[in-house]
């Protein structure tokens, strides 16, 4: 049974740094990326950063020179390291697995919050 992790979310201050991190577990298929999104109150799930197999990577334009996504395949982890925080980027934050097939495997989220 494939589970992924979230930890790290919590609260800090506007223009501060937080970072999170998944745990994926029971992965028995080919990985095609690992990826962070988000949902903030009312809004829809979006991308935040992915990361595929061969590493190449893509961040939403909001995040672009804030947020850093990385991954262990030993480890079967992805982190995001996000800094210079804003109010706007308080949403809960899950973390995704997306197969060669196409399909995808979710964690169960983990909340940041950003205090102005």
């Known amino acids: 049974q494939v589970q992924l992790v979230e930890s790290g979310g919590g609260l800090v201050q506007a223009g501060g740094s937080l970072g999170l991190s998944c745990a994926a577990s029971?992965?028995?298929?080919?990985?095609?990326?690992m990826g962070w999104h988000r949902q903030g109150p009312g809004k829809q799930r979006d991308l935040v950063a992915e990361?595929?197999?061969?590493?190449?990577?893509y961040y939403a334009d909001s995040v672009k020179g804030r947020f850093t996504i990385s991954r262990d395949d030993a480890k079967n982890t992805v982190d995001l390291q996000m800094t210079s925080l804003k109010p706007e980027d308080a949403a809960v934050y899950y973390c995704d697995i997306h197969t060669a097939l196409g399909g995808d495997y979710w964690g169960k989220g983990t909340l940041v919050t950003v205090s102005s």
């Open positions: 029971g992965i028995r298929f080919s990985v095609k990326s």
């Open positions: 990361i595929t197999t061969g590493g190449s990577t």
